[in-house]
């Protein structure tokens, strides 16, 4: 069974970097993709970007100035860092892992853990 | 990027309904479209990947369906646990998400 949990800062000044996290238990970082996706309070959900093969990473294109994600293999964490908040940033961000489901040549991918998310306010 | 536009937006039903949730796409997203259900204060859950495909321990009521651009959830007979927000998302090119659709009870 894979767990996720977020940690860092839940408070963060304007034009700060929020930094954040995840702890993945019951899963090797190596094998698998690993993400994170953020909710702004009582909206949707947006993809942030995902990192896999090593270091290899994706961003969603409106973030990528932004942020970057790594890993620490040793510890089989990843990690988030997105620089110049402001209030717009403030959501509940989560860790996933982003599964590919492979037939025919073509692999579909979902996200099947999440971590419980954790709310970062973007404020003075 | 694809935009992906669930209706309706919110759905009122009883226990035992069965109900459709649609999600559109902006383009055609070649079947790479997952559900997701939320509960308020929770991290979203997978229901179906790749148009049809129950995710395991995910109840056999809910099924998905659809193709090219148009792609349906259904849920046969609600039960209480059903009422949350459902979300699809597609994996065909820039990640992205439906706005959601709310589930409430009548």
């Known amino acids: 069974q894979v767990h996720l949990e977020e940690s860092g800062p839940r408070l963060v000044r304007p034009s700060e970097t929020l930094s954040l996290t995840c702890d993945v238990s019951?899963?090797?970082?190596?094998?698998?993709?690993w993400s994170w996706i953020r909710q702004p309070p009582g909206k949707g959900l947006e993809w942030i970007g995902y990192?896999?093969?090593?270091?290899?990473?994706k961003y969603n294109p409106s973030l990528k100035s932004r942020v970057i994600i790594s890993e620490d293999t040793s510890k089989n964490q990843f990690s988030m860092r997105l620089n110049s908040a402001t209030a717009a940033d403030t959501a509940v961000y989560y860790c996933?892992?982003?599964?590919?489901?492979?037939?025919?040549?073509?692999?579909?991918?979902?996200?099947?853990?999440w971590g419980q998310g954790t709310l970062v306010t973007v404020s003075s | 990027d694809i935009q992906m536009t669930q209706s309706p937006s919110t759905l009122s039903a009883s226990v035992g309904d069965r109900v459709t949730i649609t999600c559109r796409a902006s383009?055609?997203?070649?079947?790479?479209l997952n559900w997701y259900q939320q509960k308020p204060g929770k991290a979203p859950k997978l229901l179906i990947h790749?148009?049809?495909n129950l995710q395991s321990g995910v109840p056999s009521r809910f099924s998905g369906s659809g193709s090219g651009t148009d792609f349906t959830l259904t849920i046969s007979s609600l039960q209480p646990e059903d009422f949350a927000t459902y979300y699809c998302?597609?994996?065909?090119?820039?990640?992205?998400f439906g706005q959601g659709t709310r589930l409430d009870i009548k």
């Open positions: 996933a892992r982003f599964l590919g489901s492979c037939s025919g040549g073509q692999c579909h991918y979902y996200f099947d853990y």
């Open positions: 019951g899963g090797s970082l190596s094998i698998y993709y």
């Open positions: 990192i896999y093969s090593s270091g290899s990473t």
């Open positions: 383009e055609n997203i070649n079947g790479y």
């Open positions: 790749t148009i049809s």
């Open positions: 998302q597609q994996s065909f090119t820039t990640l992205t």
